[in-house]
C-alpha cells in the first residue's frame, strides 16, 4: 500500500527557516518522480520543486528559487523540503506527491494532475 507522510511543518516568523519530512511506503523513492505543492487558502495547489531520478530537482515556483531546497535520503526512502529565509507569501499547506510508476524521462512535470499519490499535508505558516 502506498503511503506518503509529510512532517515538518509550523509556525515561524518572517526569515527562518524549516525543513519538512515525506516519508514513502509502499515504494521506492529513487525511481519516481516526487515533487512538493503547496496550497495557499483559497488559492490552487501548485507545484514548488520536484526531483526526478533522472535529472534531479527542478523548482516551478520563481519565488523560492535559492531559498528551498528539495533532496532525498534513499536509505530512509525520505524526501525533504529545506525551506529557508521564509516570508509570509510561503505560508500555505505544503503537500509531498508521487507520480504512479517509475520515471524514465527528464525532469518531473509540474502539474499536480501528473500526480497520484498525496500526502495529508503539513501546514507552513509564517508571520511578518
Known amino acids: 500500500q502506498v503511503q506518503l507522510l509529510e512532517s515538518g511543518g509550523g509556525s515561524v516568523q518572517a526569515g527562518g527557516s524549516l525543513r519538512l519530512s515525506c516519508v514513502a511506503s509502499?515504494?521506492?523513492?529513487?525511481?519516481?518522480?516526487m515533487a512538493w505543492f503547496r496550497q495557499a487558502p483559497g488559492k490552487e495547489r501548485v507545484g514548488v520543486v520536484g526531483?526526478?531520478?533522472?535529472?534531479?530537482?527542478?523548482v516551478y515556483v520563481e519565488s523560492v528559487k535559492g531559498r528551498f531546497t528539495i533532496s532525498q535520503d534513499k536509505a530512509k526512502n525520505t524526501m525533504y523540503l529545506q525551506m529557508n529565509s521564509l516570508t509570509p507569501e510561503d505560508t500555505a499547506m505544503y503537500y509531498c506527491?508521487?507520480?504512479?510508476?517509475?520515471?524514465?524521462?527528464?525532469?518531473?512535470?509540474?502539474?499536480?494532475?501528473?500526480?497520484?499519490?498525496w500526502g495529508q499535508g503539513t501546514q507552513v505558516t509564517v508571520s511578518s
Open positions: 506527491a508521487s507520480i504512479y510508476g517509475p520515471w524514465y524521462s527528464g525532469s518531473c512535470p509540474a502539474s499536480r494532475l501528473a500526480y497520484s499519490y
Open positions: 509502499g515504494f521506492t523513492i529513487s525511481s519516481r518522480c
Open positions: 526531483i526526478s531520478p533522472n535529472s534531479g530537482s527542478t
